[in-house]
């Protein structure tokens, strides 16, 4: 599904970001993203999205070397991707329903199936009764769902989220995971960067850890402190 | 193809939108657009009228006249009727004899040809060729083949007015253009500034419409059509202002009978098509190059 080979990132400022990192993401995994703050995992991330080129290596989704691909077609790229960041990134002058509906309205879906499909992510996230609600009448946690429901609307098979639990309470923060399992358990492979060490000792997930731009670990069930246990 | 109408739609609709909530700055776009149109306006009637003149005056002169010598032989005549005929360019060679010269004389002045009495016994005007040219340009050549032929007495023809006219003409042209390109520079400036204002506005919009994939074109449009409104409504704008205040300035001039004028003054409604077509091309053009120049860096994420 998503696949690194060699990748490196230098910024023009001549920050080293990534080094050298090889790893293969299978379709339908849940991996972690974890690392001291500049380590590089939003860098990781902005090149899986083409926000940042690779400065070598090459970065496959779907078997397509996205490295490779012009600029025209980076639109068609995104839309395999669903995103989701730790400021949410919401509308603010359009309603729950809206915000999730223009992400499909923006491909050219039909309106038929929009007016089908907007309910239904709603209540995956549990926001049905707030759908004509504006973001400014949101908590946190409803915030975030929303934006996870406009990641997923137009069903990609692959969720980035970085740091999606950054700037909420551990509560709601679980109460967000629990949005992610349930999404990955309908097959969507999720990649999440994060900070938060109960969440991913707790989950029992993959874990790949970044440090200085390098790989540093890859742990099948890991935890975030792992390395530290063992030693 | 039904998925392409429904994106068309979504970009017309933000388009208009982007220009009702800008509607502010947007008074300053269509004032910059109109106000170069406007200008443009007054160039594009003196260029025109200018034109006009040139093509009447060209009408009128580009006829040769060749006085011949009052001692001139048969023999000289036929050479230079036949060296004339031929020239290149020739649409008619007349003989006018001094009779018919005199009468001529006589009927221009009508009310003074009493003093032209009595000339008849001793006319002094000249027997002549009247050559009628397809066109100015042929002239040249034909007075330099004759202008020292025996019999011919002198050359009468009106190159240099022509040319003068023409390269006034030009003069005119060039520096219409030159001002107009520096008006329009600064309304592409004005125009891509105030759109960069609903670019600003929309950012965050435009950065969720990227993750989720929305096409450079599905992002561009709305702007580009901002801008081409923006255009269009200062070319209307400045299309009717140009057409009733030439039309009013017009009718004025012609009332108060400096004639002189309004024979150089091409006619408004003349215009009034041409008019509208070079100001909707040029104001939806500044509107788009506008709009495009301001999201042109932004566009590269
Ligand atoms: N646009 C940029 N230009 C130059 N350097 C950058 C840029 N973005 C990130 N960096 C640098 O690259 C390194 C990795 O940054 P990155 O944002 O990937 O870290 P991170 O792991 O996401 O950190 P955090 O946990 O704080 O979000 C840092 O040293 C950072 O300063
Ligand atoms: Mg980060």
């Given at each position: 599904?998503?696949?690194?080979?060699?990748?490196?990132?230098?910024?023009?400022?001549?920050?080293?970001?990534?080094?050298?990192?090889?790893?293969?993401?299978?379709k339908?995994?849940?991996?972690?993203?974890?690392?001291a703050?500049?380590?590089?995992?939003?860098?990781?991330?902005?090149?899986?999205?083409?926000?940042?080129?690779?400065?070598?290596?090459?970065?496959y989704?779907?078997?397509?070397?996205?490295?490779?691909?012009?600029?025209?077609?980076?639109?068609?790229?995104?839309?395999?991707?669903?995103?989701?960041?730790?400021?949410?990134?919401l509308?603010?002058?359009?309603?729950?329903?809206?915000?999730?509906?223009?992400?499909?309205?923006?491909?050219?879906?039909?309106?038929?199936?929009?007016?089908?499909?907007?309910?239904?992510?709603?209540?995956?996230?549990?926001?049905?009764?707030?759908?004509?609600?504006?973001?400014?009448?949101?908590?946190?946690?409803?915030?975030?769902?929303?934006?996870?429901a406009?990641?997923?609307?137009?069903?990609?098979?692959?969720?980035?989220?970085?740091?999606p639990?950054?700037?909420?309470?551990?509560?709601?923060?679980?109460?967000?995971?629990?949005?992610?399992?349930?999404?990955?358990?309908?097959g969507?492979?999720?990649?999440?960067?994060?900070?938060?060490?109960?969440?991913?000792?707790?989950?029992k997930?993959?874990?790949?850890?970044?440090?200085?731009?390098?790989?540093?670990?890859?742990?099948?069930?890991?935890?975030?402190?792992?390395?530290?246990?063992?030693? | 193809?039904t998925?392409?109408?429904?994106?068309?739609?979504?970009?017309?609709?933000q388009?208009?939108?982007?220009?009702?909530?800008?509607?502010?700055?947007g008074?300053?776009?269509?004032?910059?657009?109109?106000?170069?149109?406007?200008?443009?306006?007054?160039?594009?009637?003196?260029?025109?009228?200018?034109?006009?003149?040139?093509?009447?005056?060209?009408?009128?002169?580009?006829?040769?006249?060749?006085?011949?010598?009052?001692e001139?032989?048969?023999?000289q005549?036929t050479?230079?009727?036949?060296?004339?005929?031929?020239?290149?360019?020739?649409?008619?060679?007349?003989?006018?004899?001094?009779?018919?010269?005199?009468?001529?004389?006589?009927?221009?002045?009508?009310?003074?040809?009493?003093?032209?009495?009595?000339?008849?016994?001793?006319?002094?005007?000249?027997?002549?060729?009247?050559?009628?040219?397809?066109?100015?340009d042929?002239?040249?050549?034909?007075?330099?083949?004759?202008?020292?032929?025996?019999?011919?007495?002198?050359?009468?023809?009106?190159?240099?007015?022509?040319?003068?006219?023409?390269?006034?003409?030009?003069?005119?042209?060039?520096?219409?253009?030159v001002?107009?390109?520096?008006?329009?520079?600064?309304?592409?400036?004005?125009?891509?500034?105030?759109?960069?204002?609903?670019?600003?506005?929309?950012?965050?919009?435009?950065?969720?419409?990227?993750?989720?994939?929305?096409?450079?074109?599905?992002?561009?449009?709305?702007?580009?059509?901002?801008?081409?409104?923006?255009?269009?409504?200062?070319?209307?704008?400045?299309?009717?202002?140009?057409?009733?205040?030439?039309?009013?300035?017009?009718?004025?001039?012609?009332?108060?009978?400096?004639?002189?004028?309004?024979?150089?003054?091409?006619?408004?409604?003349?215009?009034?098509?041409?008019?509208?077509?070079?100001?909707?091309?040029?104001?939806?053009?500044?509107?788009?190059?506008?709009?495009?120049?301001?999201?042109?860096?932004?566009?590269?994420?």
């Amino acid at each position: 599904m998503i696949k690194f080979v060699n990748v490196s990132k230098e910024y023009p400022n001549g920050v080293e970001a990534l080094s050298n990192i090889n790893l293969e993401i299978k379709k339908g995994e849940f991996v972690f993203l974890v690392g001291a703050s500049g380590a590089g995992k939003s860098t990781l991330i902005k090149l899986l999205l083409k926000e940042e080129e690779a400065t070598t290596g090459s970065i496959y989704l779907n078997d397509i070397d996205i490295t490779r691909v012009r600029n025209r077609r980076i639109p068609r790229i995104r839309r395999n991707i669903g995103v989701v960041f730790q400021d949410f990134r919401l509308l603010h002058n359009k309603t729950v329903y809206e915000n999730i509906a223009f992400a499909m309205e923006i491909i050219g879906t039909r309106p038929k199936e929009i007016r089908r499909r907007v309910p239904m992510v709603l209540s995956m996230v549990d926001l049905s009764r707030k759908a004509s609600h504006f973001p400014d009448q949101l908590s946190g946690g409803e915030h975030q769902r929303v934006a996870i429901a406009r990641a997923i609307v137009n069903n990609p098979p692959v969720l980035i989220a970085d740091e999606p639990t950054g700037n909420l309470d551990p509560d709601t923060a679980w109460e967000i995971m629990k949005v992610l399992s349930d999404i990955n358990a309908g097959g969507t492979t999720i990649l999440m960067a994060t900070h938060a060490k109960d969440i991913v000792n707790m989950m029992k997930k993959r874990v790949i850890v970044i440090e200085d731009g390098k790989m540093i670990r890859d742990d099948e069930k890991g935890g975030y402190d792992h390395e530290i246990q063992t030693i | 193809m039904t998925m392409r109408f429904r994106l068309f739609k979504n970009v017309i609709k933000q388009g208009f939108q982007g220009m009702w909530r800008n509607r502010g700055m947007g008074v300053a776009s269509v004032s910059s657009i109109s106000a170069v149109l406007m200008i443009l306006g007054v160039v594009l009637i003196l260029i025109l009228s200018i034109n006009e003149l040139v093509l009447e005056t060209q009408g009128k002169f580009d006829e040769i006249e060749i006085f011949l010598q009052d001692e001139v032989t048969d023999e000289q005549l036929t050479l230079i009727e036949d060296t004339i005929r031929g020239e290149e360019g020739i649409l008619s060679v007349l003989y006018k004899s001094k009779d018919q010269a005199l009468e001529e004389y006589k009927e221009q002045w009508a009310e003074q040809a009493y003093l032209l009495e009595g000339l008849e016994s001793d006319n002094p005007l000249p027997n002549s060729y009247i050559i009628q040219l397809k066109d100015i340009d042929f002239a040249e050549n034909v007075v330099k083949k004759i202008k020292y032929m025996d019999g011919v007495e002198k050359i009468n023809y009106h190159k240099e007015i022509i040319d003068k006219l023409l390269l006034f003409a030009n003069y005119i042209r060039i520096g219409g253009l030159v001002v107009m390109g520096a008006l329009v520079a600064v309304s592409i400036f004005i125009i891509s500034n105030t759109i960069k204002l609903t670019v600003a506005a929309r950012k965050r919009e435009i950065q969720i419409m990227k993750y989720v994939g929305a096409t450079n074109g599905y992002i561009k449009g709305p702007f580009v059509i901002e801008g081409v409104l923006f255009g269009l409504i200062g070319a209307l704008l400045s299309i009717v202002l140009v057409y009733y205040g030439y039309g009013y300035f017009f009718k004025s001039v012609g009332d108060n009978l400096y004639s002189m004028f309004t024979i150089i003054l091409i006619e408004p409604k003349a215009i009034l098509l041409d008019l509208s077509i070079i100001f909707i091309a040029i104001g939806t053009g500044i509107g788009s190059i506008g709009s495009l120049v301001s999201m042109k860096r932004f566009l590269n994420v």
